[in-house]
């Protein structure tokens, strides 16, 4: 498809849960990067992938966070035993490589209670 | 380490007038820049980018934006601003060494005044 498609929309966790959020990337695209948007709009870098590959998960807090990016299926970012301050919006982007810009899909807001 | 700055927390202008949105950056190696738009409730919206040739880059819905290598910067321009504009900016960056994440500013919301 020609967008970034993620799923779901919204989330509501409580807290110690797990949370799963999808996305599927533009087809073609051999890029996928996931970014956390915190109050204040700070964008931060979590994981990216190339192809089904872990490229950089520098950004990956590794204890509760993991992320996949299968063939033939959404990527996916999993967050065991969720707690408050994973509460954000969790968005999804892919591009063709270096030099080509992100393409960002909705985002999935998550909400730990 | 790769950072970029946006020095204004709010940009306002009258509609009508030119807008700028400032951006600094510091980045490893030759910059890759970027600005992006994000409307209420929507993710980010791509507008130009900067990877090497002109200094000036155009981008979607008469935005542009100059990059200055002297000033490390890379600011965000419209000749006449449009009430529709009213959204948060981002500027980002990819150092363009190995590193394929972006790096955002702190973002500027920018309300155009009828």
């Known amino acids: 498809g020609e967008e970034v498609a993620q799923t779901p929309k919204h989330l509501v966790r409580g807290e110690g849960q797990k949370a799963k959020l999808y996305c599927a990337p533009i087809?073609?695209?051999?890029?996928v990067f996931w970014y956390q948007q915190v109050l204040k709009n700070e964008f931060k870098f979590l994981i990216s992938?190339?192809?089904?590959?872990?490229?950089?998960e520098t950004g990956m807090p590794k204890e509760r966070f993991s992320a996949k990016c299968l063939p033939n299926s959404p990527c996916s970012l999993e967050i065991q035993a969720t707690k408050l301050e994973d509460s954000a919006v969790y968005f999804c982007?892919?591009?063709?490589?270096?030099?080509?810009?992100?393409?960002f899909g909705p985002g999935t807001r998550l909400t730990v209670t | 380490a790769q950072s970029v700055a946006q020095p204004e927390d709010q940009v306002n202008v009258a509609e009508g007038n030119p807008l700028t949105v400032k951006c600094t950056y510091s980045?490893?190696?030759?910059?890759?820049l970027f600005w992006y738009v994000q409307y209420p409730n929507r993710g980010l919206q791509f507008l130009l980018k900067?990877?090497?040739?002109?200094?000036l880059v155009k981008g979607s819905y008469g935005f542009e934006a100059e990059f200055n290598k002297s000033q490390t910067s890379f600011h965000l321009k419209k000749p006449s601003a449009l009430v529709s504009d009213s959204a948060l900016y981002f500027c980002?960056?990819?150092?363009?060494?190995?590193?394929?994440?972006?790096?955002f500013g702190k973002g500027t919301k920018l309300s155009v005044i009828p």
């Open positions: 982007a892919s591009d063709g490589g270096l030099g080509s810009e992100q393409y």
């Open positions: 087809k073609g695209h051999s890029y």
């Open positions: 992938f190339q192809n089904e590959n872990v490229f950089d």
């Open positions: 980045v490893s190696g030759n910059p890759y």
């Open positions: 900067y990877i090497t040739g002109d200094n």
């Open positions: 980002a960056g990819i150092s363009g060494a190995g590193s394929y994440q972006l790096t």
